[in-house]
């Protein structure tokens, strides 16, 4: 899934994980748990090219500066580009927004009729979405592409514009 500041803001809203996990956790989400429970250093290790003690090391003692941004891309693509990764990316916030809807704050052009003058103009507004519209919007986000996540919201924001509406968003903040 490309960046989106839909994503962005699904991922970081109230319930989401705002800060990326430990380097511990981000080795067990990449490559898993082994037979004991414990990180997968098989795995790991051969996706480094580095030894399994090398990498139980890693999950002890921390990885090093050298391979942090590495452990970090891969991590930020696995959120991307597995559902997986896009469930824990959301969080709980996917399960409160099923559940309450959505409120969105959000700043931008907002393109309701082809002849209102404020259509070419940045401008602030905020509205509801609802838990059952907000479910789509939700399951687009774990589909994994940007454009059915841009189609969900828009869709979800039907109702409280009154009719189809298209987005350039600015800024946008999920409550």
Not at 8 to 24: I, R
Not at 105 to 125: A, H, M
Request: charge should be positive; glycine fraction near 10%; avoid cysteine.
């Amino acid at each position: 899934m490309a960046r989106s500041k839909i994503w962005d803001a699904l991922t970081t809203a109230s319930g989401g994980q705002a800060t990326p996990p430990g380097h511990d956790q981000m080795l067990r989400d990449l490559y898993g748990s082994g037979p004991r429970g414990g990180l997968n250093a098989s795995k790991a290790a051969k996706a480094f090219g580095r030894s399994e003690r090398t990498i139980r090391r890693w999950s002890r003692q921390g990885v090093p500066a050298g391979e942090v941004r590495s452990l970090e891309r891969r991590h930020a693509r696995w959120r991307r580009e597995t559902e997986a990764g896009r469930r824990a990316a959301i969080g709980s916030a996917a399960s409160a927004f099923r559940q309450r809807g959505i409120s969105v704050g959000l700043v931008g052009k907002i393109l309701v009729s082809g002849t209102d003058p404020r259509n070419s103009s940045s401008r602030r507004t905020s509205f509801t979405i609802t838990p059952e519209r907000a479910e789509q919007v939700i399951d687009a986000a774990l589909s994994g592409t940007r454009a059915d996540l841009q189609n969900a919201f828009e869709w979800a924001a039907e109702r409280a514009f009154g009719g189809p509406v298209q987005f350039v968003i600015d800024d946008i903040e999920f409550r």
